[in-house]
């Protein structure tokens, strides 16, 4: 599957230049020029990079990649911020955010094709998946579908993340502070008891027609999902 990029940015000239030069480098492209739209694109498309506008109508780049950077879902994803704003305390500022690379306007298509693929190559593996596996267990990450055998399994956005979380890394053992901080976020606060209690529920859908239970709890420690 080719990687694909979503470009943000509300000057049309801007957006048919950049989808044609990286369509010929093989990328599928999809763009919006409306900030309140991207968290809603990013979750349907799961893009694996995003160019993202810093002066954009409704929502600024930088919020917008605070939002991407406080969403567990997201976090991962590179962020490149494309601007007219060339002066160092911007730089510093976008980058503070969480981007991961910063392009002033005017700029060379060559030199952004180089920094995509660079940072293409940095992006961990299980975050450039589509599908994770794990026995019988498979999530498409593009529909957010889990299956088990040949039975959809229906769950919520929290546990889809959790099993999200365990299946990447599977026979880790994960403190429960260390999944609130990666399932909900860094600046969400609740009570490390509250894992549990979507550990119970995410046990109950993937288990409900007596299959071997995956999720494994490790007293005093946490959970992982490995085989018994």
Request: aromatic share 6%; proline share 5%; with cysteine.
């Amino acid at each position: 599957m080719a990687n694909s990029i979503l470009i943000v940015e509300d000057e049309p000239a801007i957006v048919t230049m950049l989808t044609y030069n990286l369509e010929k480098e093989g990328y599928e492209v999809f763009s919006t020029d409306r900030g309140s739209k991207v968290l809603d694109i990013v979750a349907e498309k799961n893009p694996s990079v995003i160019l993202l506008d810093w002066m954009l109508p409704e929502a600024s780049g930088v919020e917008i990649c605070r939002m991407l950077r406080n969403k567990p879902d997201f976090r991962n994803i590179p962020v490149i911020m494309l601007t007219a704003r060339g002066e160092e305390e911007d730089k510093v500022k976008g980058l503070s955010v969480g981007a991961d690379d910063y392009m002033t306007k005017p700029f060379s298509i060559p030199e952004l094709t180089a920094r995509i693929k660079a940072l293409l190559r940095r992006v961990p593996e299980s975050a450039k998946k589509k599908e994770l596996v794990f026995e019988d267990i498979k999530m498409d990450l593009v529909s957010k579908k889990v299956t088990r055998g040949d039975e959809a399994i229906h769950m919520g956005p929290t546990e889809f993340r959790l099993l999200r979380f365990l299946m990447e890394q599977p026979g880790v053992v994960f403190p429960r502070e260390e999944l609130l901080k990666a399932v909900w976020g860094e600046n969400i606060y609740v009570e490390a008891r509250t894992v549990d209690v979507h550990v119970r529920r995410l046990r109950k859908a993937l288990n409900e027609s007596g299959k071997p239970d995956y999720i494994r709890t490790v007293r005093a420690s946490g959970y992982s999902i490995d085989k018994k």
